[in-house]
């Protein structure tokens, strides 16, 4: 129901950089030096960027997050340092705060991000941090990398660890009161490959091993008598699921330790007016889930200073082994209920598919006679989103814009 980024996407992130007019390999060659009657320029790149993002679906879920970003680079002494701050606001009526008899939900999250690199010759340094902070949650992680060219810069091999800590509370309640730690070590690996002037390839791995409760404390499970819960049909409704369940609602119980694997692909190509970015994500974990995404976006330039792409997404993911729609219950001799030891309601773990589809718009602006130091930059999407076997809710449909601008100093 809330989306909240963990710390350790900004604190380990690889990512083929390929811009509307990405360079080409001999834009690697080494600039000429200035001629004497040229006024001197500093190597200093300074880069000021704010965006706002809004997300709405039909389960009454809104999230608007303001970002704004500042970074400095020098690329001739090959170094580096970038900062980010953001603040979600969260409102949230759906069907699982519904269904609980719960309260509306509105919240505001703070999080940030910062990392540097330097370069060394081949070898590239990198270290970065992030935060994230809500009524009922604290979490934090850092992270490094170390790369390596080869090939004359036309190989780039990546290795990279980062630690996050997160403490999951609950809302009105202390954290000494009530909390739960849950500790992430990453690994990543990548191997980003020159394929000609014009083509680049990239190979991701990634291992992500978590330890401690994820289980939401604000998550009843419905119970459902043996005879009664394959009864229960897909997309039930609140009312249906009230009628048929049992009188005991135990709380979310997840799996307490999951090893995350991820193999990404990636690929970009330039043509001659326009640029083709690829993915494709494979990814499975010790609790069963599998899932596959594909992601494409054609990048066409509409004269010098103006881009428009379309983007589709493909998300294909099967449960995790302990997912079941209608869970079950027994009342014992000795008087109490019997419960499967792993329980969840939340839908994002079971099986579903979904299709994203959307837009963008880049213009650069500044003056006709000097180089676009300022970038507008306008993307939508929709996504429809499939529950295959679910309680309450069959499909969701949810829209994401964004708005952001850039002004680069030199």
Aim: charged content about 20%; proline content about 6%; glycine content about 10%.
């Amino acid at each position: 129901m809330k989306r909240r980024a963990h710390p350790l996407a900004a604190a380990l992130a690889v990512t083929v950089s390929c811009a509307v007019s990405p360079a080409r390999a001999d834009d690697d060659a080494k600039p000429s030096e200035p001629q004497a009657d040229e006024p001197h320029k500093s190597n200093i790149v300074g880069r000021v960027s704010t965006e706002t993002s809004v997300y709405r679906d039909n389960e009454g879920v809104q999230v608007v997050t303001p970002t704004i970003g500042a970074s400095l680079e020098n690329p001739l002494a090959e170094w580096s340092v970038n900062a980010r701050y953001l603040v979600d606001v969260v409102s949230a009526a759906s069907v699982d705060v519904v269904a609980t008899a719960s309260n509306a939900i509105h919240e505001v999250r703070h999080g940030g991000s910062f990392d540097g690199a330097y370069k060394v010759g081949p070898v590239g340094l990198g270290a970065t941090g992030s935060f994230s902070i809500e009524p009922d949650y604290v979490g934090w992680g850092v992270g490094g990398t170390v790369s390596v060219d080869l090939a004359q810069k036309n190989v780039t091999a990546l290795l990279g660890y980062a630690f996050g800590r997160d403490i999951i509370g609950r809302g009105g309640t202390p954290f000494s009161v009530y909390s739960h730690v849950v500790v992430s070590q990453t690994l990543n690996g990548a191997v980003t490959v020159l394929v000609n002037q014009d083509t680049i390839l990239s190979l991701i791995g990634d291992y992500i091993h978590e330890s401690g409760d994820h289980s939401k404390p604000y998550r009843y499970i419905p119970m459902f008598a043996p005879n009664v819960a394959p009864t229960v049909p897909v997309g039930a409704s609140i009312e249906q699921v009230n009628t048929l369940r049992l009188p005991e609602r135990p709380l979310e119980q997840l799996p307490t330790s999951r090893d995350r694997f991820a193999v990404t692909a990636r690929l970009a190509h330039r043509f001659s007016a326009s640029t083709l970015r690829i993915s494709e994500r494979v990814y499975r974990d010790t609790w069963g889930l599998t899932a596959s995404s594909t992601d494409v976006r054609y990048i066409f330039d509409v004269g010098e200073r103006v881009a428009l792409w379309p983007h589709a997404r493909l998300h294909l993911q099967a449960p995790v082994n302990f997912w079941q729609r209608a869970y079950t219950a027994t009342f014992t001799s000795g008087g109490v209920w019997e419960v499967p030891a792993l329980r969840t309601g939340d839908r994002e773990l079971g099986p579903l598919r979904g299709l994203t589809g959307g837009a963008g718009l880049q213009i650069k602006v500044g003056p006709t006679a000097a180089p676009a130091n300022y970038t507008i930059t306008l993307q939508g999407d929709a996504i429809w989103t499939n529950y295959l076997n679910d309680l309450y809710i069959t499909n969701k449909l949810s829209g994401l814009g964004l708005l952001a601008f850039e002004a680069v100093f030199e």
